[in-house]
């Protein structure tokens, strides 16, 4: 509770994160479950997120999405996430494809109090959001997964998954492009105790699995149903990589939050705005780790959970390395005035 009259704020570089325990994926998955929790028992709002597109929606070229939240209960902050994306970076070195700033304030005063990178944050809490799925999505016996794609979210998606179903030793890394999933592989060595294999051959991959992850920048679906065996699930962070076959065929679906998914078209929505699958059998995912719903209740079906990303967990991950830092010494005072001018 900070009830804060001090208009200081604390800068956290994204070097500052890191050293405030970003990369911790334990630690970050227990926020992740602890935020959907608080989801479910209404602690939290979550607004859809906006986006501006430029030049337009349908051929864009940059982005902005802004994602505010409010987490009330025992955490009672404020804060927005301003992600941005641009096509043009994928080609300029040492800029990220995408640029996330997040700034955290007090929501009594409205005094900002942090202001921090939020680009490694997407990547932790979206693999983070890809593990906690999994968890409840895949079979008891799963002990073999393919993750297609390895960028940024294939890297944190090895860990995720690895932290949420410990008994898979055999992780696919699929890419188009071989040497990125390579890297990755030859990044995790044995350290974590699972085998990772480097393919092209997502299909291939996917068809020797129990869980699949797709973790791509698809806005066209790359799988369909022929990539099933009996019993395994699906775990996607973008719908629209998934062809519609493949939630028509689901016996039970899951999203990270329907309230903003269905305000943004992808091939789930249009089927249930068709009346092709009934909203009311979408089961969310705080409903899972509040244990009101089961997605899975046999080992011989097939589902499917899939994430658009939620504003309330950048802004909960947030927090958590602002406390990190505080504690730690970590990041640059500024502040917001000397005296503001107009009171």
């Known amino acids: 509770m900070l009830h804060t009259t001090n208009p200081e704020i604390l800068l956290l570089k994204q070097e500052d994160v890191v050293k405030a325990g970003l990369l911790d994926m334990k630690q970050i998955l227990a926020v992740t479950e602890k935020t959907y929790s608080m989801l479910g028992k209404g602690q939290i709002q979550n607004p859809p997120k906006t986006n501006t597109s430029i030049p337009e929606k349908t051929n864009w070229q940059s982005f902005f999405n802004a994602m505010p939240s409010h987490i009330a209960g025992d955490v ?22 995408g640029i996330d700033i997040t700034i955290l304030s007090d929501p009594e005063t409205v005094l900002p109090f942090c202001i921090l990178d939020g680009t490694l944050i997407t990547a932790m809490r979206t693999s983070a959001v890809g593990g906690l799925m999994a968890k409840y999505a895949a079979p008891s016996n799963a002990d073999t997964a393919a993750l297609i794609g390895a960028g940024v979210i294939g890297r944190t998606m090895v860990s995720a998954v690895h932290e949420a179903l410990p008994q898979i030793k055999t992780m ?140 309330a967990l950048d802004i909960m991950i947030a927090y958590q390395m602002f406390e990190n830092a505080t504690k730690m010494g970590i990041g640059t005072k500024f502040n917001l005035w000397d005296k503001p001018l107009w009171e």
């Open 172 to 311: 696919y890394l699929t890419d188009l492009d071989l040497s990125k999933a390579e890297e990755i592989a030859a990044e995790y060595g044995d350290s974590l105790g699972v085998k990772i294999i480097p393919t092209t051959d997502s299909k291939g991959a996917a068809l020797k699995s129990q869980l699949i992850v797709g973790e791509t920048t698809a806005r066209e679906p790359i799988m369909d149903s022929s990539w099933l065996t009996p019993g395994c699930a699906i775990v996607s962070m973008h719908p629209s990589e998934m062809a519609e076959d493949l939630f028509l065929s689901a016996e039970a679906i899951s999203v990270d939050y329907w309230k903003q998914m269905k305000e943004h078209m992808n091939p789930l929505v249009k089927l249930v705005s068709e009346g092709a699958i009934k909203e009311d059998s979408l089961i969310d995912l705080s409903e899972l780790v509040l244990g009101t719903k089961k997605l899975r209740t046999s080992d011989d079906q097939y589902v499917t959970a899939c994430s658009m990303g939620l504003g």
């Open 76 to 97: 009672n902050i404020a804060g927005i996430k301003w992600a941005a994306e641009a096509k043009k970076n994928a080609s300029i070195p040492g800029i990220p494809y």
